[in-house]
């Protein structure tokens, strides 16, 4: 019977290819995941359930990033911008045990991470939207309860308050934290965020790990380039590009603008073969702690 079914559909120009890759339906219950050394708590919904199963190191090179900088300063901290139901954290805290600042805007994400709050240690959390200036603004959420993307407009159906990362920072005195290594995942919000965590920047010159998912930014209006770039003026050097599976393009500099601009154009066209990038940024007095990191994930190639 398959291979009639086979047949049928060559004729038509189609054919089965068996992929590897499992079908793990959602849930609307709760499950938990295995992340790093740790079971999560999440929603059988959020896609990160389906993504760790599938993928059991997936975001391992963050993990490998925060051991590294840990490795050139013992006393720092890291920042979790969208830390969504604690797995970066897990995925951190399986490499090194350090002190997380875990920042989630939306609540049911945030009822979770707080659940899972109690496998770690050393965890501070902080309820809030993050953007570039403190402000009340009218948005529509999709993905809501997983990975929320704020779509800003009038239309929009409910007004929240934004927060700068600076602001939150200040407010919990956390200012005087060694704040070495700073990640930001929020879905298309990542450079506009970094625009509110400038402070931070300039005072703490933290490792920057984001998420650049160019067709979220694309359908609100974020340029991003110019933001990547201004970090240039900041004394920032190296700049490293993953695929969204984790896995190293290109390290380069950041005076090497044209380079920079064409993976930037590539993520942003229609036609691009990847989700989007996770992109390291390393301040020029951290260039030998980007070395050995490099040469880590250069390993895993």
Not at 126 to 143: A, R
Not at 205 to 224: A, C, D, H, T
Not at 264 to 281: F, R, T, V, W
């Amino acid at each position: 019977m398959k291979k009639i079914i086979r047949n049928f559909l060559q004729r038509l120009g189609y054919d089965i290819i068996k992929t590897g890759v499992p079908f793990i339906p959602q849930t609307k219950k709760d499950v938990e995941v295995k992340v790093g050394n740790y079971s999560i708590v999440m929603p059988g919904y959020n896609v990160q359930a389906v993504n760790y199963r599938l993928y059991p190191d997936l975001n391992a090179q963050f993990g490998r990033l925060a051991k590294t900088v840990h490795s050139f300063y013992p006393d720092m901290t890291l920042i979790d911008v969208g830390a969504n139901v604690g797995d970066t954290i897990a995925v951190v805290k399986t490499q090194v045990d350090i002190p997380v600042i875990g920042v989630e805007g939306d609540e049911v994400t945030y009822s979770y991470l707080k659940r899972n709050r109690k496998l770690f240690s050393d965890i501070e959390l902080v309820n809030t939207f993050l953007g570039e200036k403190t402000e009340e603004m009218k948005v529509s959420f999709e993905k809501s309860g997983w990975n929320a993307t704020i779509i800003p407009g009038e239309k929009g159906e409910q007004q929240i308050s934004f927060k700068t990362l600076d602001a939150v920072i200040a407010d919990g005195n956390f200012n005087n934290r060694n704040l070495k290594l700073l990640k930001v995942d929020v879905e298309g919000f990542d450079t506009i965020v970094l625009r509110g965590a400038w402070d931070i920047i300039h005072k703490h010159k933290p490792v920057v790990f984001l998420e650049y998912n160019r067709q979220n930014m694309i359908s609100i209006r974020e340029e991003g380039l110019s933001t990547l770039m201004a970090f240039k003026d900041a004394g920032y050097n190296r700049i490293v590009f993953f695929d969204h599976k984790g896995t190293l393009i290109l390290a380069t500099s950041l005076k090497n603008t044209a380079e920079v601009k064409y993976l930037h154009e590539y993520a942003s066209s229609p036609k691009n073969l990847i989700g989007y990038y996770d992109i390291c940024l390393f301040h020029e007095q951290d260039d030998s702690l980007a070395e050995k990191y490099l040469e880590w994930e250069r390993t895993f190639l």
